[in-house]
């Protein structure tokens, strides 16, 4: 389960050719993939291009430091803010997030992971903060292991990926504060290779299930790289299945309705003429009025976002 570091020599996800994607709110904004960055990015603010290829060079080299952990405790918004000063329209952008209380960010490795790790993090970590929910959780998770088994994966195999993520939940609702998940604990889990491999590729062959079990939703949706239209079958091995591929709209939005949340996504690519950060929702059919998750997208990485009152 070795991760496949993201690049500009790596395949990059599947663009959408057109986002209105099955029981998801409409995307307004397409992000961008690793090899896209230096393509994408654009002069604004009178900033000139080659501060654009900067950052976006250092979001790759960022990608292929070995030494980068799998994800870091909460850093402050102004560290990320001091990270762009070279580029206005950046800068305008997170300190629009900062005035509506968002001051605090957990940075995933940018491996190809950042979007199932992001996710899997601010998931648990809001249960962590809503025990509540623990039982529900659970249901969902089952629910989503019979439907991989039902789109013929093994059931040994499934369970094999799944139990770390079962323990982390089981641990989020335990009675026993000797067995109580924390944040730190979970930031300890998500450092451990294996732990956060398994995780990943669970909820990986779980996005998978969804799309192949709903092929009629999705199958408008799945395309190669040269445009040409995939089986969901072949889109899943090609664009799902590998650790290291990029999560697009389509992931996003089927694992969002697997797992039956509520995604907030804040966009941070600096090609806002207002100078504002907007947010896209991704909600699930049958339930959009749990709290969201808020992760923050960047050209090519997600991250966790976390609002402070």
Same mark, same amino acid.
Do not use: W
């Given at each position: 389960?070795?991760?496949?570091?993201?690049?500009?020599?790596?395949p990059s996800p599947p663009r959408l050719q057109n986002t209105d994607l099955p029981?998801?709110?409409?995307?307004?904004?397409?992000?961008?993939?690793?090899?896209?960055?230096?393509e994408e990015l654009d002069t604004y603010d009178g900033a000139h291009r080659s501060?654009?290829?900067?950052?976006?060079?250092?979001?790759?080299?960022? $990608?292929?430091? %070995?030494? =980068?952990? @799998?994800?870091?405790?909460?850093?402050?918004?102004?560290? /990320?803010?001091? #990270?762009?000063?070279?580029?206005?329209?950046?800068?305008?952008?997170?300190?629009?997030?900062?005035?509506?209380?968002?001051?605090?960010?957990?940075?995933?490795?940018?491996?190809?992971?950042?979007?199932?790790?992001?996710?899997?993090?601010?998931?648990?970590?809001?249960?962590?903060?809503?025990?509540?929910?623990?039982?529900?959780?659970?249901?969902?998770?089952?629910?989503?292991?019979?439907?991989?088994?039902?789109?013929?994966?093994?059931?040994?195999?499934?369970?094999?990926?799944?139990?770390?993520?079962?323990?982390?939940?089981?641990?989020?609702? $335990?009675?026993? %504060?000797? =067995?109580? @998940?924390?944040?730190?604990?979970?930031?300890?889990?998500? /450092?451990?290779? #294996?732990?956060?491999?398994?995780?990943?590729?669970?909820?990986?062959?779980?996005?998978?299930?969804?799309?192949?079990?709903?092929?009629?939703?999705?199958?408008?949706?799945?395309?190669?790289?040269?445009?040409?239209?995939?089986?969901?079958?072949?889109?899943?091995?090609?664009?799902?299945?590998?650790?290291?591929?990029?999560?697009?709209?389509?992931?996003?939005?089927?694992?969002?309705?697997?797992?039956?949340?509520?995604?907030?996504?804040?966009?941070?690519?600096?090609?806002?003429?207002?100078?504002?950060?907007?947010?896209?929702?991704?909600?699930?059919?049958?339930?959009?009025?749990?709290?969201?998750?808020?992760?923050?997208?960047?050209?090519?990485?997600?991250?966790?976002?976390?609002?402070?009152?």
């Open positions: 389960m070795n991760d496949e570091v993201s690049s500009l020599t790596s029981e998801a709110e409409e995307v307004k904004l397409a992000p961008f993939s690793d090899a896209q960055i230096l501060q654009f290829y900067e950052l976006g060079q250092k979001l790759l080299e960022e $990608s292929m430091d %070995p030494d =980068q952990p @799998l994800i870091a405790p909460p850093t402050s918004m102004y560290e /990320l803010r001091g #990270e762009y000063t070279g580029a206005p329209s950046f800068v305008a952008q997170i300190d629009s997030l900062m005035r509506q209380g968002y001051t605090k960010i957990i940075r995933t490795k940018g491996d190809g992971n950042c979007f199932y790790r992001a996710l899997a993090y601010a998931y648990l970590s809001s249960l962590i903060d809503s025990p509540n929910l623990v039982s529900s959780a659970k249901t969902v998770i089952e629910s989503g292991s019979r439907m991989m088994e039902h789109s013929s994966m093994d059931a040994d195999i499934i369970s094999t990926f799944c139990q770390p993520l079962m323990d982390l939940v089981d641990a989020a609702g $335990s009675p026993n %504060p000797n =067995q109580m @998940l924390t944040h730190d604990h979970l930031l300890s889990a998500f /450092l451990d290779d #294996e732990t956060s491999n398994c995780i990943i590729t669970y909820l990986r062959y779980l996005t998978a299930a969804q799309i192949q079990s709903a092929s009629d939703d999705y199958a408008g949706f799945l395309f190669h790289d040269s445009g040409e239209p995939l089986l969901p079958s072949e889109f899943c091995r090609q664009y799902v299945d590998p650790l290291g591929k990029e999560a697009d709209h389509v992931q996003v939005a089927a694992l969002c309705r697997a797992l039956k949340l509520h995604i907030r996504i804040a966009y941070l690519d600096g090609h806002s003429p207002d100078g504002q950060a907007h947010f896209q929702d991704i909600t699930p059919p049958d339930d959009g009025k749990n709290e969201p998750l808020i992760l923050i997208y960047r050209p090519g990485h997600y991250d966790v976002l976390i609002k402070t009152n």
